[in-house]
């Protein structure tokens, strides 16, 4: 597959003949990334994989509509992350699971993660945040997102963003320090 940029993709899709190849080109470009940024958000494959689903099928209903005041990736990165946060919190509400539980899972299930210790315990610190402090951590930390795209994901101002983060550091870094 040729790599396209957002643009090209976009013409494709608004100008072209078959939205249909176009949106699966779009989805062949960032099927793979926002796998990962759901999978450290939800933190199970298979939840993952359910989210990343519903994500496209957000985007394709929404697409049409789509103004591009925003880059494509931004607006994909913003449905995903509110989809994995709606997803969190009814998940939340249907098994009464505390987050805290998600790190003892992670204990249990390495998959999908190295298998290194300070890994390992990176994800566990990780899930112990606040969940604000950690979409904003996980945004900066993995995906190398500025906080000028991270604040068009979010909706919050990049003065709140860089104070999560730093909070999300110091707590993450505190957490590593225990034994």
Known sequence: MSNYTDKELLNLYFKGDNKNYAFNLIVR?????LYWHIRRLVIEHEDANDVVQNVFLKAWKGLDNFRADSELYTWLYRIATNESLTFLEQKKKRTHVDIQEH?????????????DKIQLKLQKAIAQLPEKQR?????????????????????????????????????????????
């Open 103 to 115: 790190g003892q899972q992670l204990q249990a299930d390495s998959n999908g993660f190295d298998g």
């Open 29 to 33: 470009a960032y099927q793979q990334k």
């Open 135 to 179: 979409t904003v951590f996980l945004l900066k930390y993995y995906e190398e997102m500025p906080y000028e795209e991270m604040s068009k994901v979010l909706g919050t101002s990049v003065g709140a963003l860089k104070a999560s983060f730093h909070h999300a550091v110091k707590k993450i870094e505190e957490f590593l320090k225990q034994d």
